[in-house]
């Protein structure tokens, strides 16, 4: 642009702050908005029937209804802030700015201290404790389940002068966070060198040559991306709906405990969950250590928890009453669960695997531990791209990696009609 310095510097506290927002915010997004889909709209239109306008309708009905999934993505949110290491890494190092992540990864240079990574891991899994118990405070004798099985038609709602308001804080976050980056991201995967990305006027597919058929890693660790992604989302979303029915339902005795098993993953560093999966499976009698099967089960346990808020707040919104009906009929609760249920919150299935498999196939504070040379991911490889360090490189496979999640998604919403992603036709679930 001809200035002497950008607008922002990343390499400070604030740009290390925006960043990881901007890299968490679309999992409490999806969350959210799952939830609002399923919800139907009879509720909000008697309201409205009854004289309240849109403004009371929003704060006194949407929003409580919606509060278990906002609660969960809060939750959500500043624990992946905590574990964060990608962002800490290439960001705030450089800048003497030091986390958590960083400093537990330290800790794992020659030699090791496993034990004092260790001893500043575990009390984190009392801030989990302690947030379980404030959402179960909060959610405690409530009822937030809205959809009968029924569809609710959803009505525009009219903004009147406030849309343009709405139109423009949406924009700026979109443009920041999403447009801006990813656009420089491509542009510079395209062009000859990165230190001229905004003013190249050639035009070159070099780097992609170079990341899949040069780079030894490129194309490899594509595949094994994808695939441990794709295992540990699916198996992911089968334990966590399970777990979540048992859970709502309060089937077993002591389901709150299931519900913090599912939850503590979250908050343990993965670099520390890695170096504990390194230790159990790279020695008889089970050997992973070298294998696609111990990043899988990385990923899995890891973000277990993604799936599982998706999938408690879509079966917190299903009436109970609907599967008693089913068990008066003869139908066993696996049957009504399957039959009933399952088709009731497909959304919140489908946003629950995007929420394991999104985050997945970029996993890096737990690859960077376990993978080899043959088990190499794409995260790892982009790591090894930025330390050659080839910046090119590293934006070739990013713009892949974009590709990928945009596939991902796209095919998640046509396999919803549209759903995931919009309403067509304004209609309800």
Request: net charge positive; proline share 6%.
């Amino acid at each position: 642009t001809g200035a002497s310095r950008g607008l922002l510097d990343v390499y400070t506290m604030t740009g290390l702050v925006l960043v990881s927002v901007a890299s968490t915010f679309p999992l409490a997004f999806i969350l959210v908005y799952n939830t609002l889909e399923m919800m139907s709209g009879d509720v909000e239109e008697a309201a409205r029937v009854l004289g309240a306008g849109t403004v009371r309708v929003t704060w006194t009905i949407t929003l409580p209804l919606a509060l278990p999934a906002i609660v969960a993505s809060l939750i959500l949110m500043f624990l992946e802030t905590i574990i964060l290491y990608g962002v800490p890494a290439m960001i705030g190092v450089p800048a003497r700015i030091y986390v958590l992540t960083t400093q537990l990864f330290s800790l794992f240079e020659w030699p090791p201290k496993i034990g004092v990574a260790a001893a500043i891991s575990l009390p984190l899994l009392l801030v989990t404790a302690v947030l379980l118990v404030i959402q179960r405070r909060l959610l405690a004798h409530r009822s937030f389940a809205t959809n009968r099985g029924k569809g609710g038609r959803r009505r525009p709602i009219d903004l009147g002068p406030l849309r343009f308001v709405a139109l423009g804080l949406s924009g700026l976050v979109l443009l920041f966070t999403l447009v801006l980056p990813y656009a420089v991201i491509v542009w510079a995967s395209v062009s000859p060198v990165w230190v001229r990305a905004l003013s190249a006027p050639s035009f070159s597919l070099d780097h992609y040559r170079f990341v899949l058929l040069e780079f030894t890693s490129g194309s490899r660790s594509i595949w094994n991306s994808l695939v441990t992604a794709v295992i540990a989302a699916s198996i992911g979303v089968v334990i966590a709906v399970v777990v979540a029915y048992l859970t709502e339902r309060r089937i077993v005795r002591h389901a709150a405990w299931l519900s913090f098993l599912a939850m503590a993953p979250l908050v343990i560093p993965g670099m520390v969950f890695a170096v504990g999966l390194f230790g159990a499976y790279s020695q008889p009698p089970l050997v992973l250590y070298g294998t696609l099967w111990i990043l899988m089960l990385a990923y899995l346990t890891k973000f277990l928890p993604f799936a599982f808020m998706s999938c408690h707040a879509a079966v917190q919104s299903v009436y109970p009453e609907l599967e008693h009906a089913a068990n008066v009929l003869g139908a066993s609760r696996v049957r009504a669960l399957r039959d009933i249920t399952v088709p009731m919150i497909k959304a919140g299935l489908l946003g629950g695997w995007i929420l394991v498999f999104i985050p997945a196939i970029k996993e890096l504070s737990s690859s960077i531990l376990l993978f080899t040379a043959p088990t190499t991911v794409i995260a790892t490889a982009i790591f090894d791209l930025y330390q050659l360090p080839s910046w090119e490189g590293v934006a070739a496979l990013s713009t892949i990696l974009l590709v990928l999640n945009g596939v991902v998604i796209a095919a998640g919403n046509w396999a919803l009609g549209g759903r995931l992603l919009g309403r067509p036709g304004g209609s309800g679930a």
